[in-house]
């Protein structure tokens, strides 16, 4: 590939970006199209604006104004904590790879450039290779600009990293400090009940509690196991909701307060009140003790305590003598909880944890062939020998072009496109008891997975076009560094034109919302059902994280060795942050929050890749015959590893537990201001299953909560209190016009 | 090797311990020998016995009969909970062993024999390669005889394991239960105080555990570091207590309360009253405030609480926002206090284990020499190559046997000496607060020191005699257990040498106690000292520990390879189990308890052993291409993995952490019989630094505690209780004759 091919793929990807954003800046004007671009507003805000005038059919740039415009603070207020993590990665990455632009592009490139391993052609002829290492000759004495980039890049990094880390720390603590009335800071899940035959395990709790933590212990909530015809009759209640919603209560103004609100003002399927609720609720224990058959009660439970600091330690503390029985953790979110998984029995977690890792293990391997087929593609000459048939059309040059430069990762894409449903599924049946644990877990899987199969697969396949072989690479770990710097290098453009296509092309994807105006267009042309109400989604963290966190490794890993690719991904980042957060302002609502838990998972991916970088580098100066270059890495890669301790030392521990000073001081704030009662009052009724398996609270409200556990998109359920205003307010602006004006 | 030569050998060493116990049970009688071979029961024991009689110039066995009539809960109340807990690693080493030499000497051995590939010879000529699995031939039929045993061998280890496992979490949850007045349940260890220039650290401690903990605080006590003025003075201290309890206080019967003790009836050495004891503490702390050169309060504290629970529940919150400051974890015992690592600053402890970590494991690598040296002496062949003048002595039938048979296993031992000592100062440096856990951490390491050096390394170079080909060989991973299988058979000689030598002759050098043997003599035929106390020691876990495991190790890798060696090990365990047996019941004293803390560590080196076995298996069946055998292995390897998953689950958690349950019912126990008083008052007491650096504690006494901070034989300090006893009680029985009555 030379500079002119790499011309016409970065001239493709302009081309579709800017017509993408000037049909995104129009197609958001339509009243049609608000339900697609306008979720998160709609759902908390009713304004509206029908002026049919030119301005709605002129591109316009006032998106990105308004997304540059918004502060931090307003962030946080309608995307939550995790949103502003989320927009913290990537100015991370805008700052560090502006440096390290800088420092490669004008000290290492011109020193690649002026080497003389490979011929120079003219300019535009020139290839690729020219402006990587290939072109620097063994024992050169300008190596040492790569190791002085190098220590730029890890210590610019290392102290924006620190920076990061300390400032998420208090944006953490901050919010806890800024909740006073999440009732997950009061409640404890305790599971593993052990079951006795004399009594149910609600009141097993309950003495247990009683027994070993009176002074704080307040009250619970059992959890129930929906049988099969309760499942149905809750699909029932949700289809008939739905249909009410859109025909009958288009003029009623939701007011309720969340969980309440489902079915609340249907005739059919009407709450039953307190008393007939709990009645039900014993009357199932009593099925559950004598028939044994309709087995509702799990040996699992909420426990609610009366101050922060209990419910903290009681999660904290190990209870019985026997480490599966009595398991506590504290509970997560009302909204975050997945009840499905609440079911499962202790016992079967520690196993389930393997199985699934086992199961995404071998899903990663499974996955070679198709990047051995793309790697095949970048490969022309290869394929031609491999599929003779081919040999025709790959003469001639443009199809050819197209196929080496930019089909190989299109395929790539599209075949990704089935990892985040699977390894969702997988992180689903490993058992978690929160969604946001769930796409924790999902987002790790994503990750590794995409860092094994995009750069490791294609470094290694892509020199040699057989999978076997790989194993068989791998085995010589002492070689790997060489290996990898012999091989990226001549990867590079496969690398340009992943960030070409997976990066740019991706956002613009992102920026469209492809698939629901799809959904939108056949609903609204094709049935023609007017209003039809999609599901509001909530940010997919768990698919934008691995992708932003691969081109960082990229980044890293390329940097000194193909300076060319940085400024592409400043690019692709600097586009990131305005679409970003053009989304996370009109499209995604926040359903719940982990409070930034994805830092530090963001952070050591940072530390790998930039360890990474080194050992490349290592590898690079080996084979280049440059051992003070060597020498002066191998400190660097010292210190990476000893800064990573520390700020595990320093920050990690905030994230993984609660700071009781902080709680401490939370609950004297109530107890002075009264508002203890209150709270406790509130807590009852924040967790709820659905209606149909109501709780058997010792003293719990009956409001209920809309339990989904679909699998396969699992952010398009529409559970809580943003989502059950969604659809009234939505018809309301649809049939008023754009909100452009809002 | 042939038969006659391991007869040779294993005729060597059986002479060599009978001679050895028989010189023991004659020497144990002699009264001037009472302090090396009675030293735990003096310190509790003065009953007497001087008859001068033809009995004490007989051998006899009756050692060996009393080993075995002391029941368990006997030791469990002289040696204490790590005795009975090491005495349980022989007993499981015993029984899985039993089953393995009948298992394999039955099945393996004869088809190992009956194997074709070697030639036979008469018995006593056959060289020990025919009972190996060398001499089964490629695909034979008979592999399933190994398999088999394979099979049997990992589920009565499994069980086995989890019978001792269950067994022993439930003796620590009875003797947590049964000690209600251990002071360490009821503190907690502060260290990383935040500085302040407005107050000192007392003030801050007490101000924040007041502020956060009002209603369980009870009060604390603050570290110091002592200076050099105030080493030597302790030192001089010492010197002058021990001349005194020789020359003078051999009347008086110490019934002090343990710390109390030292010193408390010399003149010269007065403790010093509450009050002026409090006042110099003030004193110190104002020239703390303002000279700023007298450095004496560390940042770290004992907090005790009103309750155990309030204890735990404190040593495990996060404290403060900054997770490096407030850090807290439970208190370890009294006697179990390491004073000198208390001062370390608590920011350079996570430091301090990388360094420890990396000069551990570049010992473990520098030590390969003596090791490379030793196999060369095991191949006389190659040996007389290398050194040509050796070849005249070699030529000799006899020093050839004895420098192949026996000579590396003894140089091995010899250059094994300065392991243990090396380590712990390691262990020392890394930071840890207790002595215990130092121990601990020194038995991590010389258990991966001694199976990295004895046998991957022994496997390894004996078979090439180069230490760098070692590396290249380790290269290549995957043929690791084929070449495993292929070199332990080859070096089955060495192991039963080793069995024989380390094992048998170690164990008859444990029983004689040479050491303090020598020193006695030395004392008291030399320089006619005859009252010289010898600090009476506590059980060296840290070296016996790893030795058990490194045979049990030994023992499942070479099972099935090479049976010949289990008869050898049943009885190494068999004697092994009387003599430390009597060794803890006459020798060694308790000074502190882990509390069973050492179970774990060699729960998960027998897993590693079964795999190792496992792997090494799989690496048989595939040089004797019998595919069939190795899918059966496979799913062994998962079984053992899956169940070492599950005990960490079950299990674990209870070593790790204290159990709530117990802890409040204790807690209620102690109030309901009005104990709870009585045992605050003996808290203040209970942790008491040397006196030159008494407590600023809010409410202290002043009880004394001798501190020692050496570090090369740091087994041999004598603080604490029984120590204080040992001095007096031992002359008055030195001077009354022989304990065999006892």
Known sequence: MNLAALGTSAGINVAVCVVVFSLYSILRKQPSQVTVYFGRRLSTDTRKSNKLCLDRFVPSASWIVKAWKTTEDELLTTGGLDSVVFMRIIVFSLRIFSIAAITCVFIVLPVNYRGKVLGHKRIPLETLEVFTILNVQEGSKWLWTHCLALYVITFSACVLLYVEYKRITKMRLAHINGSP??????????????????????????????????????????????????????????????????????????????????????DSFKILSHESESARGKSFLIDDGYGGKRKKVCAAAFVFFKTRYAAVVTSQVLHS??????????????????????????????????????????????????????????????LQKTIPFLEGPLKRKFISQLLTGYLPSVVLIVAFYTVP???????????????????????FKILYFTIWNVFVMNVFT?????????????????????????AIPAQAKFFMTYVLSSGWAGLACELMQLYPLLCNFIRRYIFRMKDWAIGTMSFPYHTEIPRLLLFGFIGFTCSIMVPLILPFLLVYFTLAYFIYRNQMINVYIRKYETGGH?????????????????????????????????????????????????????????????????????????????????????????????????????????????????????????????????????????????????
């Open 321 to 382: 003598s026997n480490p599966m029985q009595w398991v506590t953790q504290l509970a997560p979110e009302p909204h975050d909880v997945y009840w499905s998984n609440l079911w499962i029995p202790y016992g079967q977690l520690w196993i389930r944890k393997i199985a699934t890792l086992v199961a995404a293990v071998a899903f990663m391997l499974v996955f070679l062939l198709p990047v051995t087929i793309v790697q095949g593609m970048t490969h022309a000459d290869k």
């Open 181 to 266: 009335l999440n009732p997950s800071h009061f409640t404890v899940v305790v599971r593993a009940i052990p079951w006795s035959p004399e009594e149910s395990y609600g009141d097993s709790v309950r003495k247990f509690f009683m027994k070993y933590h009176e002074s704080s212990y307040l009250s619970h909530q059992m959890v129930y196991r929906s049988g099969r015809v309760q499942k149905l009759m809750s699909n029932a209640r949700k289809m008939c909701k739905i249909l009410k919603d859109v025909s009958i209560e288009q003029k009623h103004k939701p007011g309720l307060y969340h969980c309440g609100f489902c079915g609340a003002h249907s």
């Open 598 to 742: 994805f830092w530090p998972l963001v952070h050591n991916t940072v530390i790998f890749s930039l360890v990474m970088m080194q050992i490349i580098a290592l590898g690079v100066f080996g084979l280049r015959q440059s051992p003070v270059s060597s020498g002066f890495t191998i400190p660097l890669v010292i210190f990476t590893f000893l800064f990573n301790q520390y700020c595990r030392q320093r920050f990690l521990p905030v994230f993984k537990n609660h700071v009781a000073e902080i709680l401490i001081d939370m609950d004297r704030e109530d107890e002075k201001y009264g508002r203890t009662e209150e709270i406790h009052q509130q807590l009852h009724a924040a967790y709820c299953q659905s209606p149909s398996t109501s709780p058997d609270s010792s003293m719990a409200g009956s409001y209920h909560h809309q339990e989904e556990d679909s699998i396969q998109d699992p952010e398009n359920v529409t559970p809580g209190k943003e989502v059950s205003q969604v659809s009234p307010s939505w018809s309301i602006a649809s049939t008023f016009g754009a909100p452009e004006a809002i």
């Open 421 to 443: 449903p699977i390894m969702m599924l997988i992180s689903t049946l490993e058992g978690s008891i929160s969604r946001s644990g769930r796409k924790k877990s999902a987002c």
């Open 462 to 486: 892509g020199t040699v076009m057989d999978t076997v072989g790989i194993i068989n690479k791998l085995d010589s770990v002492k070689d790997l560094p060489a290996q990898l710097a012999s």
